[in-house]
């Protein structure tokens, strides 16, 4: 039954430990770590599908607004021939996607301007800015100070480009750089320069829109997790609540606060409730019938020796020395029967036994002893709290303090007395008088069986021995020494 008992500790009761041994821990941190790496993995792809949507879209923006720009810019005109429609349509177009005019704008969030240059030379022919300022094949310094240029040179094909590139703000190198998404493409007209259109619209709106996905799903993360985390404790309230209430009850029984498990259990737990219970009752059932064999066996052995001592009184003449011998040996014969049947019914550790109050059995005792030993004049003093308990049968309770209370009484002068502390694990109690204490050097030898410490009184020395065996048994100890009446003190360490 004590193996039973450990498993069924380690079963219930490992989760308790809060750490990555609980069981709801690793519940919980499996659970966020496979929600977290589904939020990242989802929330990584709808981004980046994201940004190459917002990517395409663009580019086929960007490549309308330069098939507009490349038919009405001057720079593909006869320069001779610019009439006013033809300023009137390039006007139009440039107003209609909202291009920039003059300096209004500096990388600011409407900035959106293209110029027309040469790969090689650099030379800009043609600027939406001032559309009309800068002559197209002009050498004119001032015509490139109208446009903020950027250095490409990867467009070398005749397929268009779209890129985020940074450039300073213009005619001031203190300001931070700007961020502009550039489309340039690369041409080549027969009979002429190579030239490249380059489209360059702010950055910003494509930036902040980028933050606000990514803040929303850095949002999304966090607040699933959060819903997750919810989820998870409400779980563990209907699903662990159970089990703890399971656990409280095993902990009653182990501790002797009840003596099976009472409450009704979700289904999967009834199972286990029935098998305790039932070990519960079957182990107390074994107890009881052992316990009844040996008080027969005991009747049985005790009843012929005493018929045969008898006997030998009645029926045969002998010495009175030879009368006393068969005395002593058959008394002696009647301890040994007795003492062996006590230690055999001292019980093994059980986590199983009722919690017993100490007091009452104490005094009864002492009203038996008082009774007793009327002859003398001495106190027995109780100094035991009515909820110190221990973890002990009855019976060994009052087989234990009935011996070692009425050595005390035995041996004392004027006062017996018998108090208790509690500790961690045990109760400690005290059983002192004022007697002649203990004669021997090594007092610990008094606890082996067939020691005595005055041959002058009857007895063969077991009282002690059984004491210890049942203190030991249940998990405790005995320890002989001086009291503060300079007596004898024997000290008990009994599980509560």
Known sequence: MEHVNTVASASFFSYRNLGINSLRVRQMLSMLVLVALGVSLLGGGYLSMHSSRLMSDMMLKQQGVASQLLVNIPAFSDEAIITDQDRSELLQILSQHKFSEGFTDDGIKNEYYAYLENPETGVVRWQSKFPFEAKADSNNVASKQLIKPFHIADDLSDRP?????????????????????????????????????????????????????????????????ALVLISQLISNYFIITPIRDFEAEVKKIESGAQKAIEKAYPIELMEVKSAINTLINVEKGQKKRYRESLDNLAHSLKTPLAGLLANAQTNYEMKSDDHNDLVNEI???????????????????????????LRPILYRLKGSLEKVYHQKTFDININVDELDKVRLESDDLIELFGNLMNNSCRFCDRVVEVSAKSETNFLVVDIDDDGMGFGVDSPSELLKRGMRDDSKTEGQGIGLAISNEIVEAAGGRIELKVSPQIGARVRLYLPH
């Open 331 to 357: 008394n002696h014969m009647c301890d040994i029967v007795a003492y062996q049947l006590k230690r055999a019914a001292v019980r093994a550790p059980n986590a199983m036994v009722e919690q017993q109050q």
């Open 161 to 225: 480009v779209l890129k985020e590139r940074t450039l300073t703000a213009y005619n001031d190198q203190t300001k931070p750089i700007l961020n502009f998404m550039v489309y340039s493409q690369h041409m080549r007209v027969q009979g002429q320069d190579p030239v490249r259109l380059v489209i360059a619209k702010s950055a910003i709106d494509f930036t902040n829109d980028w933050d606000h996905v990514q803040k929303n799903i850095i949002a999304l993360f966090f607040s699933t997790l």
